[in-house]
């Protein structure tokens, strides 16, 4: 009796032991899964950052190209250059996001080992396998950080050489451009010079038909004052007329006679109107030679 006292205690804390080795073991597989998918991704998307970067080499030779070419357009370079800086940046996150990767694989392998150290739990064999698998991919590990050194680093030259190409580009530029205003205050002084000059043989040929001017202009003020006169004069011959036609014993003689002043005044106040019109307009070519 006194034996199963001490039986029964021991199996139940040695199936607490056992439930709890099965937990931290499933936790460590779920670990070792995503620790092994991440570094699946990351070495994927190292080589894709690899091989991005000798594409970008082969975009700048053909960019280069076009550069060089005269018969290409503005609108062709800039398309170039646009594809160009693309590529570079999209590369440059890729970059960023295998760093950021990374980060998270350390911080997944430091909760393995705590997992492993706090639990002890992990079987000397598990740790040989683990072992033997780090020491198998050691070198290639090695030289894939090897290899994305030194595509960096081309990354890296590349981004300075375009900042030194297109700091360049911009001095060039502003010269240009310099000199593109240097000429348009030129040639707004010539235009300033030569509307003067304009201006002042405008003046001198106006000065010059100013006697004309005058001859005109008083010319018009005389057909204005009879064209008045002439108006009440019509409005009287009008009445008359109107008187005539009103009488009763009128002869159509003397109808057609008063209606004969009448039209031949409008026709005198037709001639004078139009050339006040035309006395008008000789002045106006007189002022604007």
């Keep these: 009796m006194r034996i199963l006292k001490f039986i029964i205690p021991l199996i139940a804390l040695m199936n607490f032991v056992n439930i709890q080795q099965v937990s931290a073991q499933e936790t460590s597989k779920e670990i070792r ?15 894709m950052l690899v091989s991005g970067i000798d594409g970008l080499e082969r975009i700048k030779k053909r960019f280069s190209t076009t550069e ?15 594809i160009f800086a693309n590529v570079q940046s999209r590369l440059n ?4 996001k295998i760093k950021k990767q990374k980060r998270t694989l350390a911080k997944y392998k430091e909760d393995l080992e705590e997992k492993s ?15 033997s698998t780090l020491l198998n991919n050691e070198q290639e590990l090695a030289e894939r950080q090897e290899r994305l050194k030194i595509a960096r680093e081309k990354l890296e030259r590349e981004r300075k050489e375009r900042e030194e190409k297109y700091r360049k580009e911009q001095e060039e530029l502003l010269k240009e451009a310099e000199k593109l205003n240097k000429l ?3 040639i707004k002084v010539e235009q300033e010079k030569i509307s003067k000059q304009k201006e002042a043989i405008r003046n001198q040929k106006i000065e010059a038909n100013r006697d004309k001017i ?5 010319d018009i003020i005389v057909n204005e004052e009879i064209l008045i006169s002439g ?3 019509l409005k009287r011959a009008e009445a008359k007329l109107a008187k005539v036609k009103a009488d009763d014993n009128a002869t159509q003689k003397e109808i057609n006679r008063k209606a004969s002043i009448v039209s031949k005044i409008n026709q ?17 070519k007189l002022k604007n030679p």
């Design 33 to 47: 899964k995503k620790i092994g998918s991440l570094e699946e991704e990351i070495r994927v998307n190292e080589e």
């Design 68 to 82: 060089k070419n005269k018969k290409s357009t503005r609108k062709e370079i800039e398309r170039k250059r646009k």
């Design 93 to 96: 996150i890729l970059d960023k």
């Design 117 to 131: 150290t706090k639990k002890g739990i992990t079987k000397v064999a598990n740790v040989k396998g683990v072992k």
């Design 184 to 186: 348009d205050n030129e």
């Design 214 to 218: 005058n001859e005109l202009e008083d």
């Design 231 to 233: 108006l009440e004069g």
């Design 268 to 284: 005198r106040l037709d001639k004078i109107k139009a050339e006040i019109q035309e006395k008008k307009a000789a002045i106006e």
